[in-house]
């Protein structure tokens, strides 16, 4: 690890511009990513901007029901948060999902949804990586690809994106809101990240030196009703090798409302639009789900090596909208 | 010394019954001091440079920027590192020429050690480590480990254990077999990942080179570093207190030779710690195999012919077996019987032993195999193995010391259930899963190794045992003083413990599931003679009363046996066929192991075996990229082994069986709880979902590929 | 300000405040065990990928490993030094000996600085990630052994103790009769589980 200065900043105007003084400057939330990162030499940063203590740690509903959620608000806060549990179960699920207890207790909101893929090529300096090294090549694609990307990924980068969180954000509609030395912006998380193409080194929509302060979730009746199932290669401790964000409302047998958001398989939380739309208004069968599932998968392009997860995330689709669709038969035979 | 070896000892209570560690309290409050903690005035800190080529030669490195950089001390590297010896046979067999470091330019692997970068703090020194530049002229290299290959090899083995062995007509025997079952079983590569890094501190005092040390056998490592460095064997101390896990990895590696080396030149103490990553490279690790297993036996189960051909790798500067095909040996007879270890090399690290070398691998094949012969046959698995219970040993035609195989098998069936069990796969579903249970039996050799102790009778009332042992968390420092309490006819908590000082003589290391079973032969005959010296009467000198004991003619003088520990692993499992997730939902396993000295840590070893079964079966595989000849993925979030989550309740239990001719009745437990029990859980995975899995680790991809079949 | 790739810290450590000159790039672990003597706290992978390094700060577990010491200026650290009682042990600490937690122990701080805080953790009514219901109305699950042994995932042991941790953990929460514990057998294990 090379030496870097390291700045506490007090607050969100002081914070984007120390970031903005000093090049080759990060901004330092949990740690648990970048400092990692940092070691293994993939981020050499001259600068850290500590920005964990900066007042964005707060959690507070907005109005008809939503909830704006602060950057720097811990994995753990989030996943234990009443609201967030109320509300949109799924997101507190994700998080739970996701890493330790001791990592969720440092992670944050803001460093979640900017964390790095796993991809063990991206990580490893000693390899070519098109993420790490531009125009390096990506080793991934003829190599050692089993967790990597099925969907809308390229020939120049097949990384998945990580995060647990970011895939219920994704079925949520979450807006990401962030500060910049020319004032506030947003982004809908629908286009916080870019398409990989031919530049998978540019991840995310952020203007340079962006702060990430907070996420809004707009309200979503139908998360009250929602489900997160990660599949991994342990129990627990891992990353997903594919995982669902799921919400299903069905009235009179019908799918009033629905949301799907597939993790693990794109360089972004993957929101099944089209499987979505396939549903609406449609009957809450298995064999819905199913077609809806492969409307969606349609696009797929797997590799020699991870076409499973067309099949896992099928399935999961499957297994998670039927659950769901019996819970609100369930309940609707109790409000009778 | 007394040589008599036969009969026990007078049981005063101590051993059997269960004892915390001692040093127990030490571990839980943070006291105990692992080898990388040991507070010394001038520490430098060293950090490993390895190459990133798999073959090749280093071209150009030069070492003046780094050396410019703060706080760097040293550049250690093949242009000026000192010359070792590298033309002996030291303790563990010919110089490991993975301990020769920086003497060439040649990289024979990708991760070989190129330099060591030495700094006044460990930040300083990673980072010049990491900013070091050497150029490399790279040759072909070739990591490709498949079946098939005209270059695999049958090793030399040695005379009491060849690498291929067998009797009788094998072609005949399978020809006239009702029922043939001919499989290919592999297992990836997997690695020890021990949580203490592999670590080692040197520095010169009075003469002498002092290593504090993370290893398995210190006495191993300083007659090692002896010859390396050409020194008389009694210039060099190495000590090992606490040592965080071993598995068959920890002895001489590059750390010991590296800080050594470093402590010469800057005449100052050097610490070396390995990172994880490095680990992959530098600390051994269990060979991926390629094993054949054929059977064919007659319709009631009974083996006619049994072939099982193993394929390992080695390095091309090293030769390591992984035995495989040995297991079969010890297990079941056959008219016809073959058994083959081949080797194959390639631009790889040296594997070395890694808990169970031959019989985890081995034993998942064979086992999985016998699962499938009991399918063709229409029979229960517990019945075609109580049906092919040798008498004696089918090559050897030795008798067995003892063999309560299927004493342990009908303990375990009562426990686990088995008798309500429906033979048919792929019928039990609770909710999205489906349920299987599995089972399979376990042995290890029981072996010995020469060792001597010290037992001191102290003025104060108490005792002191001195001996090179290493508790590498098998509560060794436990055990040998209940043994030694016995031995004395005293209460353990007069018996005060120090192993892991090579000053202390020549002992057998934590390995081959014989340390226990080695140390407390020397303890008890040192204990025994200072007893009996004790009771002519007189006053205890201020500096005590030491007798000392040697078991080399003790072990020399045994009798020719069939000596293995035995145990029937059962295994119940949860398999989400729409997911692929296989969840192990309990574990049982009833062993047969001699005498279990504390039955508190000696079930901690033994579910420890069990979960390290479970974590082969379903988690372990580190990856190689062919292209570059090294790891993929080399890191704890990259090679999983199993989480808490994964691990269910596991039980192990035994049944009495002392061996008559070990003065303790101990066999040895260390390693016979990882045999069988991947075997038994792979076995379950069939039984829950009627597709046979042959491929360790049975990941969720593979499941889903293969789904719920119909076939056996 | 001209750039400073070192500075001295204040770390409250076990309830005993410390000054001290940190490199930037020194993590929390290597402040603790190369700097402060404190070596109970174990480097295992040093990326946060298995949890010996576990440490409390600010009440809260942690992986001290991916940690910067500089940035945890000011805050409260518990180390497993400083969580017994003078000379009695933690209700955890004692059970992990009483239940043998541990082989090697080179886990073993980690384990119980994150069994200490993950008990506290299900007490304020945390979640986990096999929690089946999570929605505030559900109530608090009990801490049975499959929600200790995911709260403790966090924390690998490569000698395969987790049977004993699950054990001593759930004695140290109160969830249990204290005492010597008795192994069940299978039907008893079925029964508490809800297998089978």
Redesign the interface.
């Given at each position: 690890m090379r030496e870097f200065d390291y700045r506490r900043a007090a607050d969100v105007p002081g914070a984007v511009a120390l970031l903005g003084a000093g090049p080759e400057a990060r901004y330092l939330g949990g740690g648990t990513n970048l400092v990692d990162l940092m070691k293994s030499g993939v981020e050499r940063p001259a600068l850290l901007v500590d920005v964990r203590e900066l007042p964005l740690d707060r959690i507070e509903e907005t109005d008809g029901g939503g909830l704006r959620i602060g950057a720097t608000v811990t994995n753990s806060d989030l996943a234990a948060h009443p609201e967030v549990r109320r509300r949109y179960p799924a997101l507190a699920q994700a998080v739970l999902a996701g890493a330790s207890g001791q990592l969720r207790n440092m992670a944050t909101l803001g460093g979640n949804l900017l964390q790095r893929t796993r991809c063990a090529y991206f990580t490893d300096v000693t390899k070519p990586c098109n993420k790490r090294a531009p125009g390096s090549g990506c080793p991934a694609v003829a190599g050692e690809h089993r967790n990597h990307a099925i969907l809308g990924a390229s020939a120049h980068c097949v990384a998945v994106h990580p995060s647990d969180m970011g895939v219920a954000l994704a079925a949520f509609d979450a807006v990401v809101h962030y500060e910049t030395a020319d004032g506030p912006g947003a982004l809908p998380l629908a286009e916080f990240y870019l398409p990989v193409g031919d530049t998978p080194h540019r991840e995310t929509a952020l203007p340079p030196g962006a702060l990430i302060t907070g996420v809004t979730l707009p309200p979503a009746p139908v998360a009250a009703a929602s489900r997160y199932r990660k599949v991994r290669e342990r129990a627990s401790y891992a990353f997903a090798i594919g995982s669902l964000a799921a919400a299903l409302d069905v009235r009179d047998g019908a799918v009033h409302d629905v949301r799907l958001a597939f993790g693990a398989v794109a360089s972004r939380p993957w929101r099944a639009r089209t499987a979505e739309r396939a549903l609406l208004g449609g009957p809450a069968t298995a064999e819905a789900f199913a077609a809806a599932a492969d409307a969606e998968l349609a696009a797929a392009e797997p590799l020699p090596g991870n076409g499973y997860k067309v099949t896992l995330i099928r399935n999961l689709v499957v297994a998670v909208l039927t659950e769901l669709a019996e819970e609100c038969r369930r309940n609707e035979e109790a409000t009778r | 010394m007394t040589t008599t070896t036969t009969g026990t000892v007078p049981v005063t209570g101590a051993v059997g019954t269960a004892h915390t560690r001692v040093e127990g309290r030490d571990k839980v409050t943070g006291a105990a001091r692992y080898a990388a903690e040991v507070p010394l005035a001038g520490l430098a800190h060293g950090w490993l440079v390895v190459s990133t080529i798999a073959r090749g030669r280093i071209r150009a490195l030069d070492p003046a920027p780094v050396r410019a950089m703060p706080g760097v001390l040293a550049v250690l590297h093949h242009g000026n590192a000192q010359p070792l010896e590298s033309d002996y046979v030291g303790p563990m067999g010919p110089a490991d020429p993975a301990l020769q470091l920086f003497q060439h330019d040649r990289v024979p692997y990708a991760g070989w050690p190129v330099a060591l970068v030495v700094a006044e703090t460990s930040e300083q020194a990673r980072e010049a480590a990491e900013a070091l530049v050497v150029e490399y002229d790279e040759e072909p290299h070739d990591v490709a480990f498949a079946a098939g290959r005209p270059e695999a090899y049958v090793p030399a083995g040695n005379p009491r254990s060849p690498a291929e062995q067998g009797k009788g007509d094998l072609a005949a025997g399978l020809a006239a077999s009702a029922v043939v079952v001919d499989e290919e079983y592999t297992t990836p590569e997997e690695h020890h990942h021990p949580m203490e890094p592999h670590t080692a501190t040197a520095y010169w005092e009075n003469g002498r080179l002092e290593v504090i040390d993370a290893n398995q056998g210190s006495a191993y490592v300083a007659q090692e570093l002896a010859r390396l460095f050409a020194l008389d064997p009694s210039a060099v101390r190495v000590r090992s207190e606490h040592v965080g896990g071993g598995f068959g990895s920890k002895g001489a590696r590059a750390p010991q030779v590296a800080a050594a080396m470093a402590a010469t030149v800057l005449h100052r103490p050097v610490r070396v710690v390995l990172t994880r990553r490095q680990m992959f490279s530098l600390t051994g690790y269990r060979s991926p195999t390629i094993q054949r297993v054929r059977l064919g036996a007659d319709p009631d189960g009974r083996l006619r012919a049994l072939d099982h051909e193993g394929l390992n790798q080695t390095s091309t500067v090293h030769e390591f077996v992984e035995r495989s095909a040995d297991v079969a040996r010890a297990m079941y007879d056959a008219e016809a019987h073959h058994t083959v270890s081949r080797v194959l090399r390639l631009d790889v690290p040296t594997p070395t032993w890694m808990r169970a070398p031959g019989e985890a691998p081995g034993s998942f094949a064979l086992e999985c195999a016998l699962d499938e012969l009991a399918e063709r046959c229409g029979l229960d698995p517990i019945a075609v193995r109580a049906r092919n219970e040798p008498e004696v040993g089918p090559l050897s035609g030795l008798p067995y010391s003892s063999r309560r195989l299927l004493t342990c098998f009908e303990e375990g069936a009562r426990r686990f259930g088995w008798a309500d069990r429906d033979p048919r796969p792929g019928v039990r579903r609770e909710g999205r899963w489906l349920l299987g249970t599995g089972t399979a039996a376990a042995s290890f050799p029981t072996l010995a190794g020469p060792s001597t102790a010290a037992v001191t009778a102290e003025a104060d009332g108490g005792y002191t045992v001195r001996i090179t042992a290493a508790d590498i968390g098998t509560g060794a420092r436990t055990a040998l003083a209940l043994v030694a309490a016995d031995a004395l006819e005293v209460a353990p908590d007069r018996i005060r413990v120090r192993i892991g000082d090579s000053d202390f003589g020549q002992a057998m290391l934590a390995g081959g599931s014989a340390g226990t079973r080695s140390w407390a032969w020397a303890v008890t005959l040192a204990a025994r003679a200072l007893r009996e010296q004790l009771a002519l009467g007189g006053t205890i000198p201020p500096q005590g009363i030491t007798v000392r004991s040697d078991t080399a003619e003790a072990l020399a003088a045994l009798p020719p046996r069939e000596r293995h520990a035995f145990g029937a692993q059962f295994a119940e499992v949860a398999v989400d066929v729409a997911t692929g997730e296989v969840r192990v939902r309990r574990m049982l396993g009833i062993f047969a192991a001699g005498r279990i000295v504390n039955p508190l840590t000696a079930r901690s070893q033994l579910v420890g075996g069990m979960i390290w079964g479970l974590s082969m079966a379903l988690h372990e595989e580190a990856v190689r990229d062919e292209r570059w000849g090294g790891h993929v993925g080399a890191d704890l979030a990259g090679y999983h082994v199993a989480a808490n989550a994964d691990v269910p309740l596991v039980e192990a239990d035994w049944v009495d069986d002392p061996d008559e001719q070990d003065p303790v009745g101990i066999k040895g437990i260390g390693e016979v709880g990882i045999v069988g029990a991947a075997a038994a859980v792979a076995n379950a995975v069939w039984h829950a979902t009627g597709v046979r899995h042959r491929h360790l680790p049975i990941r969720p991809d593979r499941v889903l590929t293969a789904g719920a079949g119909d076939r056996g | 300000?001209p750039?400073?790739?070192a500075?001295a810290i204040t770390l409250t450590i076990n309830g005993e405040k410390h000054t001290l000159p940190v490199?930037?790039?020194?993590?929390l672990l290597?402040a603790l065990?190369?700097r402060l003597?404190?070596?109970?706290?174990?480097?295992?992978?040093?990326?946060?990928?298995?949890?010996?390094c576990?440490v409390l700060?600010d009440g809260?577990?942690?992986?001290s490993c991916?940690?910067?010491a500089?940035?945890a200026?000011g805050r409260e650290v518990t180390?497993?030094?400083g969580v017994?009682d003078g000379d009695r042990?933690h209700p955890v600490?004692?059970a992990?000996?009483?239940l043998?937690g541990?082989?090697?122990?080179?886990?073993?701080?980690g384990q119980?600085c994150?069994a200490i805080?993950?008990i506290e953790?299900h007490a304020?009514?945390?979640?986990?990630?096999?929690?089946t219901?999570?929605?505030?109305?559900a109530g608090v699950p009990p801490l049975t052994?499959e929600e200790?042994?995911?709260?403790?995932?966090?924390?690998?042991?490569?000698?395969?103790?987790?049977?004993?941790?699950?054990q001593a953990v759930a004695r140290a929460a109160g969830e249990r009769p204290a005492g010597p514990v008795e192994?069940?057998?299978?039907?008893a294990?079925?029964q508490a589980?809800g297998?089978?």
């Open positions: - | - | 300000m750039p400073s790739t500075g490199d930037n790039r020194t993590t290597d065990r190369e003597g404190l070596t109970g706290t174990k480097k295992g992978c040093d990326q946060g990928q298995c949890g010996a576990t700060l809260r577990r942690v992986v991916l940690q910067l500089v940035a200026e180390t497993i030094e017994a042990l600490q004692q992990f000996l009483d043998d541990f082989q090697c122990g080179y886990c073993t701080p119980i994150s805080a993950a953790e304020a009514g945390w979640p986990s990630a096999v929690t219901d999570v929605r505030p109305e052994a200790i042994r995911e709260r403790m995932s966090g924390n690998l042991c490569r000698c395969g103790a987790y049977v004993s941790i699950v192994l069940p057998g299978a039907a294990v079925a589980e297998v089978a």
